[in-house]
């Protein structure tokens, strides 16, 4: 594999248009929107619009002919990149908040059942938020933390639900979602899926596999920019008497008629909690817009195909200097991401992006790269895999710091 048939592959990608979507630096070679998508070239001009034409001149006037639909607006457009109906899905708050609202639904569900059963490497959040909500809804809970692979060996009738992360954020591993949905309901349990590192980047089923409930967030591949509305996913049966914790004023029926009772609103509307951030929610709008028309059993390929040649010329060059894979070898079993491991991971990712190309790092010692076959190219990967070799053989990541200096790694 040479640099020509790299362009020789870009110039047979079917989807090789939709990189003119985006602003990308032309002297950067972009491998992580599995932290933060890029721009989305539509965005700006969207938000301009919002600034200077709705907020400057419509003023409170835009949140009937504009703002307040927004949230269902973004749903709908979401819906069809998980695979579920308009009516399941709805867009606030954040990932982390969404979590907590969807396992205290699902605990006041299954009465009785004290476990939570997690992945005990699951992100960091999840963690925490399985915590708190068995911490604090009644004390009556507790979270059972397994290895990903223990989940279904787990499973028992006093699982009131299962968490789960469907790609893990370290090692990119592609979890059995539709598999693990049927085994925790043979015991009566829900599934809480995190979609964050997911969705936006292959097909998703989460009707037709009958999953429970599901989060996630709206900046990582769905490029809806920093700090951008997470969202939620409910399956229909489930919101009948649908109840949530943060019974906030947006998710009331009436919500300015300011009565002094709450009433939740009908469907997934009840899910939301405060005023949304609109300018953000805006931009997400817009960021999805780049999906209209996308294949994404198409995308799903593309993705594998970008994976397979980076860890295949990564392997190649790199192998020889410590660098190993830490992703499933297996590209069924590998989300749109592919991590390497090294014990000096951060000064080597450090090293690389000075040379142009940006991945991250994730402690202890993984290099993460995020293939988002939205706008990555194969001339990207056959770059950076070679920047990588350049680094390692002149050995440039010894010029920089072995811990981070920085807080955003």
Partial sequence: MNRSAALALDSKDSLAALRSSFELPCDQIYLDGNSLGALPSCVPERLRHAVEQEW???LIRSWNSSWFGASERVARRLAPLLGAHPDEVEVADSTSVNLFKQLASALHARPGRPRILIDADAFPTNLYMSDSAARWLDGHHFVDRVPAEQLFAKLGDDVAVVVLSHVDYRSGRLHPLAELTRAAHTVGALILVDLSHSAGTMPLELTDWAVDLAVGC????????????AYLYVRRPLQVGLEQPLTGWFGHARPFDFEPGFDPAEGMARMRCGTPP??????????????????LQALRQKAIGLSELLI??????CGRYGIELGSPLDPALRGSQVSFRHPDAFPIVQALISQG???DFRAPDTLRFGITPLYTRFIDVWEAASRLSDVLERDEWKRFPREPEQTVT
């Fill in 357 to 359: 190309v940006i991945g």
């Fill in 56 to 58: 400057g001149r419509g």
């Fill in 218 to 229: 709206g900046y990582k591949f769905l490029c809806g920019g920093p700090g951008a509305p």
């Fill in 278 to 295: 609109v300018l953000s929610l805006l931009a997400l709008e817009a960021a999805l817009e780049v999906f209209d028309e996308v294949d």
């Fill in 312 to 317: 295949r010329l990564v392997c190649e060059r």
